[in-house]
């Protein structure tokens, strides 16, 4: 069994609070995704479920035990870093066995659940190598490796990829997920990159300045956020927000704007929100009238990012990049398709009940 239960847990460092109340439960055989800016709290949090952080306020329960007091070493719970953390004078066999030679494990049996892990990490071949001799991607199999032989409760990452490159991390992503559903142990992993989250979680908790501002499945979230602060931070490019125009001297692009997003549906929504790829682009002189300030290609898809006048800040539409290709200065014109698709946001951010604009 492998639940962790967070009731009001905060962490304080002299009068400063970083964790303000964080209510959570990580059910048993999860993975879960901590996301979020810098400095929001998601490694704290972490750090003290592993018992490298002691905890303010609050009860951190794992499988029903209070574990606050409890030495790292007796929680069950094996933490994988950022930093690969391997002893360069031994080979990859001994820094996996390490953990079990200090516990006292036999060497027999510490031969055979490296021998184990190696092979469900595909790394049987590198057990007599140093680290020098090893790839960024195969030191951080080494280093989880040296998690697994422990068989924890619970396993801990702190950004684990942050140090590959852009191919590694995908295929990490994917070996790490394809190890979840192997092991079926519980995982709590924490990354400030969206496309972790959104790819690898089976639900998301969104931190923001020492609070959760939201959890749930990932497009869920996705679709539903909370707030606005939820649905800026997942989705690349960001979402759309366009205010509700000032009743006097408002612009009609603007105007036009808000009338197709269905912003007078709700009286209350002083903000609509709407996915790139849910803003439409067509010809000049058709829908609101944009100009093109820049055009990414990506092979695939087009990122357009767009002026309408009386917008303070540019919008994004993402297309198919068949088709015209569109440049900078080109003048088009904007549509929504489908309004359903188009969120409300109270004067607080919130999310309005219907979530249509």
Not at 306 to 334: C, F, I, N, P, Y
Request: glycine share 10%.
């Amino acid at each position: 069994m492998g639940q962790v239960l967070l009731r009001g847990i905060r962490k304080s460092y002299g009068a400063t609070d970083v964790i303000r109340g964080i209510d959570l439960e990580v059910r048993d055989g999860e993975f879960i995704v901590f996301v979020g800016p810098s400095g929001c709290g998601k490694s704290t949090t972490l750090r003290m479920i592993a018992g490298l952080e002691s905890i303010s306020g609050g009860e951190l329960l794992i499988d029903g035990l209070r574990a606050n007091d409890l030495r790292p070493a007796d929680r069950g719970a094996a933490m994988v870093f950022q930093s690969y953390a391997l002893y360069p004078h031994m080979t990859v066999a001994e820094n996996m066995g390490f953990a079990l030679k200090m516990a006292g494990v036999p060497r027999t049996q510490r031969d055979e659940q490296v021998a184990r892990t190696a092979e469900i990490l595909r790394i049987t071949e590198l057990l007599a190598r140093f680290p020098k001799e090893l790839s960024g991607g195969q030191r951080q199999r080494v280093a989880i490796g040296r998690a697994i032989v422990r068989k924890p409760k619970v396993f801990l990452f702190d950004e684990p990829l942050s140090n590959l490159d852009a191919a590694l991390r995908v295929n990490m992503r994917i070996e790490l997920s394809r190890l979840h559903k192997e092991l079926g142990t519980t995982m709590i992993y924490v990354t400030h990159d969206q496309v972790e989250a959104m790819t690898m979680g089976d639900r998301i908790a969104v931190f923001n300045q020492g609070r959760v501002e939201q959890l749930g499945a990932p497009m869920d979230l996705y679709h539903r956020p909370a707030n606005e602060f939820v649905a800026t931070f997942l989705g690349a490019p960001r979402i759309n927000l366009v205010d509700r125009p000032a009743l006097v001297g408002a612009q009609p692009a603007h105007q036009a704007l808000w009338a197709a997003l269905g912003g007078p549906a709700q009286a209350s929504a002083q903000r609509a929100g709407l996915r790139p790829e849910h803003l439409q682009v067509l010809p000049a002189g058709q829908g609101v009238p944009a100009r093109v300030v820049l055009a990414e290609h990506l092979g695939d898809a087009s990122i357009l990012h767009l002026r309408v006048e009386g917008l303070a800040d540019l919008l994004h539409a993402k297309v198919s990049a068949t088709g015209s290709r569109h440049a900078a200065e080109e003048a088009v014109g904007l549509a929504v398709p489908d309004a359903r698709w188009a969120l409300a946001f109270d004067a607080e951010g919130r999310l309005l009940e219907g979530a249509r604009a």
